[in-house]
């Protein structure tokens, strides 16, 4: 598969041939399975939200938006309508209009597309599919949670296949509490200093920290110190101890760290790394970050990240709503493993038989053929015309359906035809594809 | 269920609580099946067009298209992109961009959100899904696909158990060749007037004719003599010959018509009706035209509908693409039975099982045994920390989860009580709720 299999469709909005729609559909069927084996339930928002309630969080995003108009309306009287660019903002107003009828906590995944209008390029998209869990409670939400969610997309991760990946976890309370304890006043923007490590190295973010923020070397140093440490065992306390500083949120932070590392359940091809200098710009996580990167791809942005934030509903009601969430990239992770021909090669249908149509046979008894083996639960296509075998056998081949159906005419018995091996053998009306299958 | 179940969302942009989604998502996973046991692959296009596509074959409709424009860009220097106002535009784009990749006949669905700047109103949404299935061929389309799509739908009809339905059938060729045969020039007019006998009835539409178009009365009496043809039997063709007009084209409807009614499977909850005043609005079917509509909402506008168009191309390529497809308004009629407290009562979450956490209980233990069951397949929610029984079970009770798992404790074993009869009993390894439901 080579980038010539990105079709010409509008620049930044993806389609797919027919083949990788299906393995798309079955990468958001697996999503949902494991989202609905721990209970979440799904909720479905408007694609479009008030751009007030876009702007009220967005930071510095909202250049990223589109925007709603009727083509021909001569003035705008309705309410300035956009395209949401996140499943978050989204929730939070769903939630806040609706907390009478939800059952809390409040467990909700959501599979939609979103919008941004910015610059495609390598795992950028204008529409893209993001797959969101999150969890809600009022007033207090359980720290169990900052590990069922992260469990959850392991999850995930194990039934896609998606090979070796890395979560990095951190909490903001670590961050805070140290920098507060080091006598830091603007702990924000020494979070965001720290959270460009990944592009600018360690010395990168010193010299930012101290040419920018102006903060005494010393002080700038213990900040990188802190955020060079990245251990997958148990260690990161001790190594933070290490660094002298205290603070009651720090040690609030280091505990949850703990349990929620010690809590997520996750297979080998997933290493749990305790990476302190992980902080996710947006400045609403209070507690557990994460960030899941697929270890052959160092260089690509995150495809799964999320975190705890002490209210989803600040901006649309005065109930305190804590919570943690992630969200799943799945078109930029899609797309990539698509462009780097990593995706499975599957059958181009779910066809799983071709009843053939005869030159001389009845229409109606190859249409009824083919309506019985439906009835058993099976996928099939009929033939729409008499014509050669060769032709129907050609489509059937070109289509990948694994098996041909030849109606047998005046009491014969039927065939079916493997389109793999070739053989040809008479059946009887029990027959079915998966039987074929599970012998073979 | 009553009208305040509709969120307060944004006006025309439906969303459904958790309860409601679930069975949005169940009606959508249904169609799709019934989709591809036909053979129908899924294809996704992009929810944005070029303005000029969307135009150049929206005849009326172009003041209800969303233009998108990016919030704070100072001009726009893109292509002019707007939402999709349905499914056709865009599938028309896409095969004429991948017509080389695709194999022939080309039978896909779509099943996506579509937008309509226009005033909500009882069953208009400005956001609303739409399930698509068509399929097209190079230059010819054999006849057997106007059965087969039909037949689709009558299925997803059975599926969905929509109750009595009526599946009103006509065919172009049939009105064009009727009046042709009577001397008219301008088709497109009259078949205009004649498509809405439905909300005129037969007298108003001979009113249009003769007081709009001028038609004398003979003819005009005699185009609404053949719209109030209606039989649910085999006698169309009888009654439209009684009319004594003949032509070519006629003859090839009648035809036509003929083999797809004898072709169509259904079941004896729809009634398929050969109504000859069926037009369906937009020009650019050219042989058979469905429209299906519920009985009991005999006002309710159609749900499901389509027709045969001559070439699916014609504005983006120069090949010919001739197809035939019908389109079900999902959000349209699963808001009207929601409404009407029509939809099923149906559990409230997914989830089968609740895991207990009592008070001094091993948590670690806890999440092992929800590990467990979901690993067998079974959707379970682990209660989130400690606390009384009483809680935990009203929180089961409140989501409709039907069982609530209790790990056993020291060696004594598990056990499982039923959420409805209460009854609580022992249970090994093996233990699953649809084992129990199968047994009661």
Redesign the interface.
């Known amino acids: 598969m080579k980038l010539t299999q990105y079709?010409?469709?509008?620049s930044g909005?993806?389609?797919?041939?027919?083949q990788h729609?299906?393995i798309?559909?079955q990468w958001i069927d697996i999503v949902r399975q494991v989202f609905?084996?721990?209970?979440y339930?799904?909720?479905?928002?408007?694609?479009?939200?008030?751009?007030s309630s876009l702007l009220a969080k967005s930071g510095d995003t909202?250049?990223?938006?589109?925007?709603?108009?009727?083509?021909?309306?001569q003035e705008a009287k309705d309410?300035k309508?956009?395209?949401h660019y996140d499943l978050t903002i989204p929730f939070a107003r769903?939630v806040a209009?609706?907390q009478n009828?939800?059952?809390f906590?409040f467990?909700?995944y959501s599979i939609q597309?979103a919008?941004r209008?910015e610059r495609p390029q390598d795992g950028r998209f204008r529409?893209f599919y993001q797959c969101d869990v999150d969890v809600v409670d009022r007033d207090r939400l359980?720290i169990?949670?900052d590990a069922?969610i992260p469990t959850i997309m392991c999850e995930v991760v194990r039934r896609l296949k998606l090979g070796q990946t890395t979560l990095n976890i951190n909490n903001r309370k670590i961050l805070q509490g140290f920098y507060t304890g080091i006598g830091i006043q603007d702990v924000v923007s020494v979070i965001r200093c720290v959270d460009k490590v990944d592009k600018i190295g360690l010395d990168g973010a010193l010299r930012l920290l101290v040419d920018e923020l102006g903060l005494p070397s010393a002080v700038a140093e213990r900040c990188v110190a802190l955020a060079g440490i990245r251990v997958t065992d148990g260690s990161f306390a001790e190594r933070v101890m290490e660094l002298g500083v205290r603070s009651e949120l720090l040690d609030e932070g280091l505990g949850e760290l703990r349990t929620v590392v010690g809590?997520i359940?996750h297979d080998e091809n997933t290493t749990i790394a305790v990476d302190l200098s992980i902080a996710r710009g947006f400045d609403y996580y209070t507690g557990s970050v994460y960030e899941f990167k697929i270890d052959q791809f160092p260089d690509f942005p995150s495809f799964c990240s999320g975190g705890r934030y002490h209210d989803l509903v600040e901006s649309f009601s005065r109930a305190k709503l804590p919570g943690v969430g992630m969200s799943f990239g799945l078109t930029r992770i899609f797309s990539k493993l698509l462009k780097e021909g990593l995706l499975p090669d599957g059958a181009?249908?779910?066809?799983e038989v071709?009843v053939v149509f005869l030159p001389g046979a009845d229409?109606?008894k190859v249409?009824s053929k083919a309506?019985a083996l439906?009835k058993r639960?099976?996928?099939?296509?009929?033939f729409?015309?008499p014509s050669k075998v060769q032709t129907q056998l050609r489509?059937a081949d070109?289509?990948g359906?694994a098996f041909a159906y030849f109606a047998g005419q005046d009491g014969e018995a039927d065939e079916v035809k493997d389109m793999v091996t070739g053989i040809q053998n008479r059946v009887d009306d029990r027959w079915s594809p998966r039987l074929e299958q599970s012998i073979a």
Do not use: M
């Open positions: 079709q010409r469709g509008i909005f993806p389609e797919w041939l027919p729609r299906l798309e559909n609905e084996s721990f209970g339930a799904s909720v479905e928002t408007a694609s479009v939200e008030e751009v909202d250049k990223e938006i589109y925007a709603l108009g009727r083509l021909q309306a309410a309508l956009a395209l769903y209009q609706n009828e939800l059952v906590p467990k909700r597309k919008w209008g529409e359980p169990a949670f069922e809590q359940e181009k249908s779910k066809s071709l229409g109606q249409l309506s439906r639960g099976i996928n099939v296509e009929c729409h015309e489509y070109r289509k359906i």
